[in-house]
């Protein structure tokens, strides 16, 4: 016999059971054919019950043919305003249509093990994102007049912790050199302004002037985008001079993110592209971490640069921009070393950034990055580590493939204002390609004027690193610690307008070479003669 509490029981699963179904069968808004109703055809009283917001309960069909991007829009538009969480259909395919929508995320989304299919051969916009990561929380007035370099404390007090950016309009920083060269770029700083007027994030230029102060408060709560298998079917843009980069991506411009294992695929590549800008791109935020994702690498393709030459142009996977505390745990792509494909990573103006038992193609910092850059237990590819900045930049328990250890960008003067640390490391230069290796790279005559001053680090330290230098050209001598910044050339100090400042001191021990030669510290007279070589036995 059924007890009264138990017949209670049994009515309310039967009415939640019904409240599902219901959704299923009206989720496309009880039209034939999977045509999608407008989201205020939905009944409001099933959405806002829900604990998780579902896209077929908008019109999504997941069948990898209809477009599915109006309804996810639409969904995450409800989970938006009522503060709830996005879950796909593990098992459906959502087609993102060639239509300029922009698919705003203020919630936690899981993606598990959903399919997602982006097809760029016809689009609408190649400049569109497809998704947008935002806070709900408006962007912070503050008044900051003066900064000076390594400064802690302002006397400011936003009403949140925030991301701020800060510019001078009147000071260029950045001009490039060679091939891509250009102006510059407005000096500027981000860093996290804590509500007490601390910062994190040492300023890296003095400020006698501000022209802009853009302040972006935290959310309190993290966000996480979990899973998702994302394929690209690849632009084919025919465009002979200059770069029209694409987006069609992930944009990241809220502070307390996680992107944890999504996948992004890359097919239908030809001989005719234009290049990517990250499809997971992240700007202006802070304490950013992507874990356990795999990215693609892109085909290299080619334009005329700035110069009026044949340069090669790339797309990135991962981009990150005026970014505080970036960092990258278990990351991972295939086929590293495929020199048809272009490096995975590209940032600038970022500041602290980790990568933890990742295995990438490259690593790069382009216009800079200050405080630490650290690369631990991971396995880099042909395109290496790149950098320039200041701060501390340490290798550790790491496999590299670069034609060096570390190159230091020469187009942007090959400068970093501190010390490199390399500890327990292995190097197969050049992916086992035939040369004569230089553990870091650096190439910087004091002949152009790249807005700042220009370092060598001042202090390198090695402690235990193997070097695969069994494939080397006739006439080998061994491998040398610090590259050439002259290029073989000779050049009087008095002609240089904008010396480079030498290392002062290599400390070495625990390096052990395949081919058996000791290595030698730079082909360089000048290096030879000023830095200070110790090596620990």
């Not at 054919?33 to 806002?48: K, L």
């Not at 981009?319 to 970036?326: D, E, G, K, L, R």
């Not at 790491?398 to 501190?418: H, K, N």
């Not at 230069?429 to 060598?456: E, I, K, Q, V």
Request: hydrophobic letters at 35%; proline letters at 4%; charged letters at 20%.
């Amino acid at each position: 016999m059924i007890s009264k509490q138990n017949t209670i029981l049994l009515l309310s699963t039967i009415a939640i059971s019904l409240s599902v179904l219901s959704v299923n069968v009206q989720g496309s808004g009880g039209q034939p054919n999977g045509v999608s109703a407008p989201a205020s055809r939905m009944t409001s009283s099933m959405a806002s019950k829900a604990d998780i917001v579902t896209y077929e309960a908008f019109g999504a069909v997941g069948d990898g043919v209809n477009d599915d991007l109006p309804a996810i829009c639409k969904a995450h538009e409800h989970a938006n305003v009522h503060g709830l969480s996005v879950k796909a259909k593990p098992d459906a395919t959502y087609h993102l249509g060639a239509k300029a929508l922009t698919v705003i995320i203020t919630t936690d989304t899981d993606w598990n093990t959903a399919r997602f299919t982006i097809d760029d051969t016809q689009v609408e916009d190649h400049r569109k994102p497809l998704f947008e990561v935002r806070s709900t929380l408006k962007p912070e007035a503050l008044q900051i007049t003066r900064l000076t370099r390594d400064q802690t404390q302002l006397d400011v007090h936003p009403k949140h912790d925030c991301h701020v950016v800060v510019m001078n309009d009147k000071k260029k920083r950045y001009i490039r050199r060679g091939l891509n060269r250009n102006s510059g770029v407005s000096q500027r700083d981000c860093f996290i302004l804590r509500r007490d007027g601390s910062v994190e994030g040492a300023i890296d230029w003095d400020y006698d002037n501000i022209s802009r102060v853009e302040a972006r408060p935290f959310d309190a709560k993290p966000l996480v985008l979990r899973g998702g298998v994302f394929t690209t079917f690849a632009n084919r843009m025919k465009q002979e001079n200059g770069y029209n980069y694409w987006a069609r991506n992930i944009i990241i411009s809220r502070s307390n993110v996680e992107v944890d294992g999504l996948t992004h695929y890359v097919v239908g590549e030809t001989a005719i592209g234009h290049p990517y800008s990250g499809f997971i791109s992240i700007s202006n935020c802070a304490n950013i971490t992507l874990r356990n994702c795999f990215a693609t690498g892109h085909k290299t393709y080619r334009t005329i640069g700035a110069a009026g030459r044949p340069v090669s142009m790339g797309s990135y996977d991962y981009s990150a921009n005026n970014v505080v505390n970036f960092t990258m745990i278990n990351c991972r792509m295939n086929h590293i070393n495929d020199r048809t494909r272009w490096g995975v990573i590209g940032t600038n103006f970022c500041k602290n950034i980790l990568l933890e038992d990742c295995t990438l193609s490259r690593m790069d910092t382009h216009m800079g990055v200050s405080g630490s850059y650290v690369i631990r237990r991971c396995t880099l590819g042909y395109m290496g580590l790149n950098a320039i900045g200041r701060g501390l930049l340490t290798v550790e328990d790491s496999t590299l493939y670069g034609g060096s250890l570390i190159t230091f960008r020469p187009d942007y003067g090959s400068t970093w204002e501190g010390n490199v640390v390399i500890r327990n490391c292995r190097w197969i230069p050049a992916d086992g390609r035939t040369s004569w290796p230089r553990l870091l790279y650096f190439r910087n005559d004091g002949m152009h004027d790249f807005g700042y001053t220009c370092f060598m680090p001042r202090e390198i330290s090695i402690d235990g690193l193997t070097i695969d230098d069994s494939n080397h050209p006739q006439g080998y001598q061994g491998m040398y610690l610090l590259g050439d910044p002259d290029d073989g050339r000779d050049i009087k100090q008095a002609d240089r307008p904008f010396p480079y400042e030498l290392c002062q001191t290599l400390r070495v021990q625990g390096i052990t070479t395949a081919s058996g030669k000791k290595p030698r510290i730079s082909p360089n007279a000048r290096i030879e003669k000023s830095v200070v070589f110790i090596e620990d036995k």
